[in-house]
C-alpha cells in the first residue's frame, strides 16, 4: 500500500524556486508513474507534470513548460518538481500521484491510486 508524502512547500517571493518532493516508503513506488497536480483556491484540481516510473519520459501541462521540471530518484524513492520564476498564480496545493497502472502517465486524476496529503505553495508579490 502506498503512503505519499510531499515536502518542500512553503511562503516564495514571486521569482523565486522552490523544489517539492515526493517520497514513499514501499518498493513499488519507485515503478510507478507518478504525477504532480495543483489546486488553487476556489479550483479544481488541475495536473502539472507526469514522469514514467524509470524517469525516461516526461509530461508538463502547457501553462508550466520551462518552468517546471519534474524528475525522480528511484533510489530514494522520491520525486521532485523543480519550480522556477514562481509567480502569484503558482500559489495552490501541490499534490502527487502514482499511477494506478505501470503503464499509464496520471496525467488525468481519473489515473491516480495513491494520492500525497499535499503541501501549501504560496507566493507573494
Known amino acids: 500500500q502506498l503512503h505519499l508524502v510531499e515536502s518542500g512547500g512553503g511562503l516564495v517571493q514571486a521569482g523565486g524556486s522552490l523544489r517539492l518532493s515526493c517520497t514513499d516508503s514501499g518498493r513499488t513506488f519507485s515503478s510507478l508513474p507518478v504525477g504532480w497536480f495543483r489546486r488553487a483556491p476556489g479550483k479544481e484540481r488541475d495536473f502539472v507534470a507526469a514522469?514514467?516510473?524509470?524517469?525516461?519520459?516526461?509530461y508538463y501541462a502547457d501553462s508550466v513548460k520551462g518552468r517546471f521540471t519534474i524528475s525522480r530518484d528511484n533510489a530514494k524513492n522520491t520525486v521532485y518538481l523543480q519550480i522556477e520564476s514562481l509567480k502569484p498564480e503558482d500559489t495552490s496545493v501541490y499534490y502527487c500521484g502514482a499511477s494506478s497502472s505501470r503503464d499509464l502517465l496520471p496525467v488525468y486524476p481519473t489515473r491516480v491510486g495513491a494520492w500525497g496529503p499535499g503541501a501549501q505553495v504560496t507566493v507573494s508579490s
Open positions: 514522469i514514467s516510473g524509470n524517469g525516461q519520459f516526461t
